[in-house]
């Protein structure tokens, strides 16, 4: 990832502080990417924990739901789950002579933890689109409005391939954000040992907010200003995916809106009303890497997407930001 244009230290929104030091009794060691997290949750947008197996991405979901005082419900992907397992389906009442609907899982929660999604069908993958989307489903012609906020956080192992099926570009694009955990450093571990010897800390966690909290804190991320010269930033960023030879595929127009979305959470997250180029950067590689599909000549240089999203930055200009974030002088400098 590149270097920050603006390495200051951030404070953080006192609210969201308490919320990531809760996590943090559990998920221990990983502060950027439980506040990365929580910046997805603010935009209102879906997650991608994609992995290896054991580094935590469950139970980091299930503490986040818990904290945040949210409904969450968990469907372990299986190749036999079906779409009507997601949506809910429609059912023959013989007493009163029409269908009713049996709600699906995705009807009664403000966060689904969908584990190990690669691990079902294309077609029952798809049934989370119109959810993900447009926080709905539709059976049999008739439309289910979800739980607001609505917030898919999925998880995938990117080791082992048997019995794993592709996300679809569709869906893929759906996510606002792809997030690895990675392994915990040495005193991490340790402390995680420690522990877990005779309790789980899930079960010490303790709620800090309700979902009234959750939905007033994302409206106040919409209200954060945006520039034009922001706005412009962003466009520069994605058409330079978009024209770069490396990529087949580059950043959709959902992409840059995502973008958008996510640099006005990270600016809320850190106490500021309006978005600088720093979030821009700091966002740009987590919400684009799975957006780009790479070209044959890249897959033969073995270029990676994170690559092209870092020439992208280094080579579109950076536009003017307030006095006081700018980097110190030298003669500021102690």
């Given at each position: ?260 979305r996510m640099a006005k959470a990270r600016a809320y997250v850190y106490g500021r009303d309006y978005v600088v180029p720093e979030d821009v ?54």
């Amino acid at each position: 990832m590149s270097v920050l244009l603006y390495p200051e230290k951030q404070i953080m929104n006192q609210k969201i502080q308490t919320i990531s030091d809760e996590v943090q009794q559990v998920i221990i060691g990983k502060r950027d990417v439980i506040e990365k997290l929580l910046m997805g949750i603010l935009a209102g947008g879906h997650i991608l924990l994609d992995d290896v197996p054991g580094v935590g991405k469950t139970t980091l979901a299930v503490a986040l739901g818990r904290v945040l005082g949210l409904r969450y419900r968990r469907v372990q992907f299986t190749p036999d789950v079906l779409p009507s397992d997601i949506t809910g389906f429609s059912i023959y009442n013989s007493e009163t002579g029409v269908f009713d609907y049996m709600p699906g899982v995705v009807t009664d929660a403000n966060i689904l933890l969908g584990d190990e999604i690669n691990r079902t069908s294309s077609k029952t993958q798809s049934a989370l689109l119109e959810a993900m989307e447009e926080g709905q489903v539709t059976v049999d012609g008739t439309t289910h409005p979800l739980r607001a906020p609505f917030i898919v956080i999925a998880t995938q192992n990117n080791v082992g391939a048997a019995g794993t099926q592709l996300l679809p570009h569709a869906q893929l694009d759906r996510f606002l954000v792809r997030l690895s955990m990675g392994y915990p450093d040495y005193e991490s571990q340790m402390e995680i040992i420690r522990g877990r010897q005779k309790k789980n800390p899930l079960d010490d966690v303790r709620k800090v907010c309700v979902t009234a909290d959750v939905l007033q804190m994302q409206k106040e991320v919409l209200d954060v200003t945006v520039k034009s010269s922001i706005i412009a930033y962003i466009t520069e960023l994605t058409t330079a995916t978009r024209e770069n030879p490396l990529a087949e595929l580059g950043v959709s127009p959902r992409g840059a809106l995502a973008i958008c979305r996510m640099a006005k959470a990270r600016a809320y997250v850190y106490g500021r009303d309006y978005v600088v180029p720093e979030d821009v950067q700091a966002v740009f590689p987590d919400v684009c890497t799975h957006r780009i599909i790479l070209s044959q000549k890249a897959r033969i240089q073995e270029v990676t997407a994170l690559q092209v999203l870092q020439g992208a930055i280094a080579g579109i200009g950076v536009p003017d930001t307030p006095k006081k974030h700018r980097p110190m002088e030298k003669k500021d400098r102690i």
